[in-house]
């Protein structure tokens, strides 16, 4: 079975870090591309970061630019987000997917697939 499992959420103050890993089972990652989405209450599921299959290439949404960085371990069959100066903005629930279709913009959501559980990421003083 393919499986996804994202971990690293928790509660955090406005400027503080955290690092979401997903960790996939029944399935090499190398094959693909990945990307994190996230999803708040009463809110459409967005793209946050997408890595290609090497990790050569990322791509990032322009609320998170310059603040989350996406990483990928191929060895270990994980992919990282790297967040830095959280906003409240950023509270929701993060997910991890793989990139199962190419389309022509790394943020379509329904070129991804295998979806993780989520981790909840909150974001509050």
């Known amino acids: 079975q393919v499986q996804l499992v994202e971990s690293g959420g928790g509660l955090v103050q406005p400027g503080g870090s955290l690092r979401l890993s997903c960790a996939a089972s029944?399935?090499?990652?190398?094959?693909?591309?990945m990307g994190w989405f996230r999803q708040a209450p009463g809110k459409e599921r967005e793209f946050v970061a997408a890595?290609?299959?090497?990790?050569?290439?990322?791509f990032y949404a322009d609320t998170v630019k310059g603040r989350f960085t996406i990483s990928r371990d191929n060895a270990k069959n994980t992919v990282y987000v790297q967040m830095n100066s959280l906003k409240p903005e950023d509270t929701a629930v993060y997910y991890c997917?793989?990139?199962?279709?190419?389309?022509?913009?790394?943020?379509?959501?329904?070129?991804?697939?295998?979806w993780g559980q989520g981790t909840q990421v909150t974001v509050s003083s």
């Open positions: 029944g399935l090499t990652i190398s094959t693909y591309s």
């Open positions: 890595i290609t299959r090497v990790g050569d290439r990322t």
């Open positions: 997917a793989v990139r199962r279709f190419y389309g022509a913009s790394w943020q379509v959501l329904t070129d991804y697939g295998y």
